[in-house]
């Protein structure tokens, strides 16, 4: 069950007022809590009268029945996972959010990928640099850097890992069930832009492999690819001084009144010098607070529970807001204002990512706890017992 906030009250409102044409019969709780957003706001709009869908209106309530704050053209911020093409492959199941289906998205796209027990995203390598959030069940990733050191790793749950631009690497799902998601530093990743290995087996001269290898070409004449033989790989230059993976629930969250923080960049994952994140859990009626981010970069957002609403305030006292759920992805251009709130009465949890070394952000409460008073009585006339209230410290999560 929904918890009812004050819009979606009013929107029951506005159907059980049409519906006492009709039925003749108030909306009960029940009706309410069922109740379709509608564009109407006070006095102003009306109902929808022509076709609708009525499963996605209510998933983008604040999109039909938009806070009266809104105004002009923000661009699109969202893209469901659910709405976008999956390719279906023996192994399991891939779907990406890129700027094909989320136009803004120009620094980060997504890939939402399932493998199936044993599966393996076979050895390859790409342009851009992956940051990876494992959602299920357990996989073994392989990579080898420039050094020729290598790096084999079983990761869990809530793992995180980061292969850098042009660096080999597998995963292979292990016993578990696996689903993941990839993030890439480039809003115009293409999985078909991915160099597999395969693929240079299949489009290099049998001669030219065998001398490459310096075997036979015998030994290569049936081979697809040589079979992987992942444990008792020794390089000589021994294994990656700086791991590719990271366990991010290990790590003791940043606790605030609404929730907790995990941030995970280059300053306590080294390796992953291009993409840095957090994993943002608010707890019903908390909301991520008032912000924006100085690191030179876009929020790229995924929703992994719960039901939120995010309020982005651009420049030209523009702003607009949009509602996610589980499977959303969500953006937030360089570097607009804005703040998530839990409508619903589960946790939500979602990932902040950004293409930079370092996560940042600036408080706007703490901006104005931390200017002199005087100035902010008297541009905001705001008395001197509200201003003393507002938090020195970042507040994160508020509740
Ligand atoms: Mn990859
Ligand atoms: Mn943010």
Not at 8 to 23: I, N, S
Not at 99 to 113: H, K
Not at 118 to 139: D, N, S, T, Y
Not at 181 to 201: H, I, K, P, S
Request: aromatic share 8%; proline share 8%.
């Amino acid at each position: 069950m929904t918890q009812l906030n004050r819009r979606e009250l009013l929107a029951a409102g506005a159907v059980g007022a049409l519906a006492a044409g009709g039925a003749g019969v108030g909306a009960s709780l029940a009706a309410a809590r069922n109740a379709v957003p509608q564009p109407v706001r006070g006095d102003d709009g009306a109902p929808i009268i022509g076709p609708r869908n009525v499963a996605v209106e209510r998933e983008n309530p604040d999109q039909i029945s938009p806070p009266a704050t809104d105004a002009g053209s923000v661009p699109n911020l969202k893209f469901p996972f659910d709405a976008g093409h999956t390719r279906i492959t023996t192994g399991g199941w891939a779907r990406e959010v890129t700027v094909r289906e989320l136009p803004v998205a120009t620094q980060i796209a997504g890939v939402n990928m399932r493998l199936k027990p044993g599966a393996i995203r076979e050895l390859h390598w790409h342009k851009a640099a992956e940051w990876a959030f494992l959602l299920a069940g357990r996989v073994r990733i392989t990579a080898v850097n420039v050094e020729g050191a290598n790096f084999v790793d079983d990761v869990s749950s809530g793992d995180i890992w980061f292969f850098p631009a042009g660096i080999p690497h597998s995963i292979q799902a292990l016993d578990d069930e696996v689903e993941f998601l990839l993030v890439f530093d480039d809003g115009n990743f293409n999985e078909n832009e991915t160099f597999l290995l395969t693929d240079w087996f299949a489009h290099t001269p049998l001669h030219v492999l065998a001398k490459s290898f310096g075997v036979p070409e015998s030994a290569l004449a049936k081979a697809v690819a040589p079979a992987i033989e992942a444990d008792g790989v020794g390089p000589p230059e021994g294994t990656v001084r700086r791991p590719y993976s990271y366990p991010l629930l290990q790590q003791i969250p940043l606790k605030a009144t609404g929730g907790r923080v995990r941030i995970v960049d280059s300053s306590t994952f080294p390796v992953a010098t291009s993409i840095a994140g957090a994993l943002v859990e608010i707890e019903p009626g908390g909301m991520r607070e008032l912000h924006w981010h100085p690191n030179l970069a876009d929020e790229w957002q995924y929703y992994i529970s719960g039901q939120a609403r995010m309020t982005v305030f651009a420049t030209d006292g523009t702003a607009g807001t949009f509602d996610y759920q589980a499977g959303d992805v969500g953006y937030v251009p360089f570097p607009m204002g804005h703040s998530i709130e839990n409508r619903g009465d589960e946790t939500v949890r979602f990932l902040e990512i950004f293409r930079s070394d370092r996560f940042a952000d600036i408080s706007l409460s703490q901006w104005i706890a931390l200017t002199p008073p005087e100035l902010i009585q008297q541009h905001l006339n705001l008395d001197r017992r509200t201003i003393k209230a507002l938090p020195k410290r970042k507040p994160l999560v508020v509740r």
